[in-house]
């Protein structure tokens, strides 16, 4: 029973839908499992190795381990409507519990994992707020997990991802939940806030709508396939790179943000092997991507399969398009690629895209008018588009004063309605913000964010709202005050403003108290904030500005006012700090490099080589030179969680040694993981069978065998 259950392929699954329901995800998964159950679906690399064999899941295989979650999560007494905290790693085992959520109705929230360490407010706001029935977790994370959701009082289990028992009445036919059009299919977090989180309602009808959108909008084809490494837990990843798949039964070959951020390169080489026809993600990641760009480094890439490189999450600027053309013509990448979108998940995903036939169009603006609002000639600003609306989506561009649209020669609010808007966030009681009026009909969706539209294009200009957008990840100002506030005694608490600068970057502004005037030790300051914001948010600022009481520009009713805090000049600042924004292409060092001159000296002169080793790419990294010490702790000198994973990578090839991107949270001074890495590469040789040098002794013999990195063999079709 169990086994035909399993490999049902007959034309009655599944079964017809009854009136009132709207297809799904899991008839999607069906409908491929039964056309081409040996077809790939997923392909998912790990961390580490251009060669190292990946995971393949067909479509046969994805939906098995899909229903072995569904009736596991059945037997855990998860009933359709309940809400499940999804805090995976990247990998198969999210899409397998996503979807299995689904087919029993259940409600996917996904998070993202914590790190070791981490404390649980970052994420554990999200599961009050969503009211979590259960945590789903990978097998290797159950015991981590389990101790910190104690204080929540939610169960961590990991589901199985295979079930050959099936229970009486646990069969697909009993159990499969028929999806309504307004019953919700997962909650998207959108805030960074611990506060006051918010999660979007997304809707069966809205998804299938906007997968839709998304379909016609790129121009997919049964023939594409997807490279992608962005995360699952950001609407971007999510829908973008795991859920359009499953509409469409195109593959998607993943590998980790963390291994994208390690080696960038890498990222093309598996689009290159693999023949990939759809790349993308935000600006910085094709920035990222040249800083690696050397011409040894891109040697073997073929893009000569490239059909799209979208463009979204943050804004897109014209000079790293520009380059990153340049650097990749070689390898077949030409301005046509280009794909510029935009969307929010307020909108479920996407609003608008370039459409893939027609290379994408510009604007030249003068810097000035733009930020009073008027479109004027000029050649300050050249602005990529984000493209022409999608299928069904109604864009609005108004006046945010007025309330009325906005003449054509005006920068306005973007509004938004269309079958993929949301009807708003879990468990507010504000919706006012999804259901605007504008010229006598309702259902407006006000995004916050600033544009224009030229030709049937959509040009994002900048924002009305606060929120600050580094990197593709949304930042709210109250969360990164709130850390900036506890980080040193001298900071007059709720004097502090976070902002986006101008052309991109994180500023902050705060006042002193009057008895830290006094005596003002700005370095200390300058590295607490930095270390906070790092540890906690996982960035560093660009700017950080120290003022005197009363300096901050409020409102009348004492409000600290933002905006008019980023295009402010401070001539009577206490101290400023300025971050080195210069970056240089960095390829990888050869293999063992750094190990070979470290095992040709004396044991005495190891530390010392490779801690001064260590500051100099400190000092690289960070742009701080001058504030590099032994002990100093890395956040605080400046490093954000992008340099640290990029800081690991290049450490872990120079020491030919394999190293976990959160080793820099345990060992949090150079002294401290200069320390952590001699031990482990030179271990005390008076070692006996279970001690901890032992494996220690192993791992450095397996990886001094290990041979340099080579780029992935010839394209697999």
């Given at each position: 029973m169990a086994s035909q259950s399993l490999r049902r392929k007959d034309a009655a699954w599944p079964p017809s839908r009854p009136k009132g329901t709207v297809r799904s995800l899991v008839d999607d998964l069906a409908s491929h499992a039964a056309r081409q159950p040996a077809g790939i679906a997923f392909r998912f690399l790990p961390d580490r190795g251009y060669a190292t064999a990946a995971t393949v899941w067909s479509w046969a295989d994805l939906e098995a381990r899909v229903w072995g979650v569904a009736r596991y999560l059945l037997r855990q007494g998860i009933k359709a409507?309940?809400?499940?905290?999804?805090?995976?790693?990247?990998g198969l085992d999210f899409i397998a519990g996503f979807l299995g959520c689904l087919c029993i109705g259940a409600v996917p929230v996904p998070v993202s994992l914590p790190r070791p360490r981490e404390r649980m407010s970052r994420w554990g706001h999200v599961s009050?707020?969503?009211?979590?029935?259960?945590?789903?977790?990978?097998?290797?994370?159950?015991?981590?997990?389990?101790?910190?959701?104690?204080?929540?009082?939610?169960?961590?289990?990991?589901?199985?991802?295979?079930?050959?028992?099936?229970?009486?009445?646990?069969?697909?036919?009993?159990?499969?939940?028929e999806a309504g059009p307004e019953d919700l299919a997962f909650l998207q977090y959108t805030s960074g806030s611990t506060e006051a989180p918010k999660g979007v309602m997304v809707t069966h009808a809205m998804l299938q709508a906007n997968?839709?959108?998304?379909?016609?909008?790129?121009?997919?084809?049964?023939?594409?396939r997807i490279a992608g490494w962005l995360p699952h837990y950001h609407d971007m990843g999510l829908i973008g790179g795991i859920l359009t798949p499953v509409h469409l039964g195109i593959s998607n070959t993943m590998m980790t943000p963390t291994a994208f951020l390690r080696d960038p390169l890498r990222y093309l080489h598996m689009a290159s092997r693999y023949g990939a026809t759809v790349i993308g993600g935000p600006n910085f990641g094709y920035d990222h991507i040249l800083r690696r760009a050397t011409p040894e480094a891109i040697a073997g890439i073929d893009l000569s399969a490239l059909r799209v490189a979208?463009?979204?999450?943050?804004?897109i600027r014209a000079d790293t398009q520009q380059e990153f053309q340049r650097v990749f013509a070689p390898a077949g990448f030409s301005p046509r690629h280009w794909v510029g979108c935009y969307g929010l998940a307020e909108a479920t995903l996407c609003v608008s895209v370039t459409p893939p036939t027609e290379i994408a169009r510009h604007a030249c603006l003068d810097a000035a008018a733009l930020r009073r609002g008027n479109i004027a000639a000029g050649q300050d600003v050249t602005l990529p588009e984000s493209g022409a609306a999608t299928g069904g989506q109604e864009i609005a561009i108004v006046d945010p004063d007025t309330l009325q649209r906005a003449p054509t020669d005006k920068v306005g609010e973007i509004w938004l309605r269309g079958p993929n808007i949301a009807k708003g966030y879990w468990m507010?009681?504000?919706p006012d913000l999804f259901d605007q009026r504008l010229g006598g009909a309702g259902g407006w969706l006000r995004t916050g964010d600033l544009g224009f539209v030229q030709g049937g294009r959509l040009f994002v200009t900048g924002r009305l709202k606060e929120l600050i957008i580094l990197r593709g990840q949304n930042l709210y100002p109250q969360d990164l005050e709130r850390t900036v506030a506890i980080s040193d005694a001298a900071i007059a608490k709720g004097r502090i403003a976070a902002y986006e600068m101008e052309g991109g970057g994180l500023g902050i502004i705060c006042e002193l108290t009057r008895q830290a005037c006094r005596d003002v030790q700005a370095d200390a300051i300058f590295a607490n904030i930095r270390n906070a914001l790092g540890q906690t948010h996982g960035i560093t600022p660009d700017h950080i500005t120290l003022l005197r009481p009363t300096r901050l520009p409020v409102t009348p009713s004492g409000k600290i006012q933002r905006l008019a805090c980023k295009s402010a000049q401070w001539p009577d600042a206490v101290a400023q700090w300025q971050a080195n924004t210069v970056q240089n292409s960095t390829p990888l060092a050869p293999r063992g490099a750094l190990l070979a001159q470290l095992q040709s000296m004396p044991l005495p002169l190891r530390k010392g080589r490779l801690l001064s080793h260590l500051r100099t790419a400190l000092a690289q990294a960070t742009g701080n030179a001058e504030g590099i010490s032994n002990d100093g702790r890395f956040f605080e000198m400046g490093l954000d969680s992008v340099n640290a994973v990029s800081l690991i990578a290049t450490l872990e090839q120079e020491l030919a040694l394999d190293l976990d991107a959160t080793v820099i949270f345990e060992h949090s001074t150079p002294k401290a993981l200069v320390d952590y890495l001699l031990a482990r590469l030179f271990p005390p040789q008076n070692t006996r069978p279970g001690h901890p040098h032992t494996q220690a002794t192993k791992d450095t013999q397996a990886l001094a065998a290990v041979p340099g990195s080579a780029p992935f063999p010839r394209r697999l079709e």
């Open positions: 409507g309940a809400r499940v905290l999804l805090a995976y790693p990247t009050r707020d969503a009211g979590a029935s259960l945590i789903l977790c990978a097998a290797g994370d159950l015991d981590r997990l389990s101790a910190q959701t104690a204080e929540v009082g939610i169960a961590a289990c990991h589901a199985p991802l295979t079930d050959d028992f099936v229970p009486v009445g646990f069969d697909r036919e009993t159990i499969r939940f997968l839709e959108q998304i379909r016609a909008g790129f121009g997919f084809t049964a023939l594409d979208f463009s979204g999450a943050e804004p507010s009681d504000a």
